[in-house]
């Protein structure tokens, strides 16, 4: 066996004897970076990463939703009618209070400063 020596490209110890000179990197590596395996592994490990969060569950997502339900609230208000499908919509942008059908989801915007509605998610919980 030979002496270890250090890999510069991954940090890991290995037989000094099966380092090779990499042309990419300009160096000698260890037998696995030479190979290109600690490369794929990175690789996999960055893919992983991408998807989501470590420790990220569905409590999450429900906590993610909420928020972002409530964000779409702050925007425009929505109060149901009694006895009708539609409901008072309140626009952010000018204040003014207009009757919104959200099966037919008219008027597309408000009414008043043409304004964008936004979709009425919120409707279901109220
Ligand atoms: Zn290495
Ligand atoms: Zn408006």
């Not at 600690?38 to 939703?65: F, R």
């Not at 499908?85 to 000018?94: F, R, T, Y």
Request: aromatic share 10%; with cysteine; net charge positive.
């Amino acid at each position: 066996m030979g002496i270890n020596a250090k890999c510069k490209n991954c940090g890991k110890e290995s037989d000094s004897e099966g380092f090779k000179l990499h042309y990419q990197f300009r160096m000698m590596v260890c037998p696995n970076c030479f190979s290109g395996r600690t490369e794929q592994q990175n690789k996999i490990i960055e893919k992983k990463e991408v998807k989501k969060p470590a420790g990220w569950d569905k409590e999450d997502e429900y906590l993610e939703k909420i928020s972002k339900l409530k964000k779409e609230e702050q925007k425009v208000m929505f109060k149901k009618i009694p006895g009708t499908d539609h409901v008072m919509c309140k626009c952010n942008m000018c204040k003014y209070s207009f009757k919104y059908n959200p099966f037919k989801k008219m008027p597309r915007s408000c009414p008043y400063c043409n304004a964008d509605i936004p979709k009425l998610r919120t409707f279901s919980m109220l």
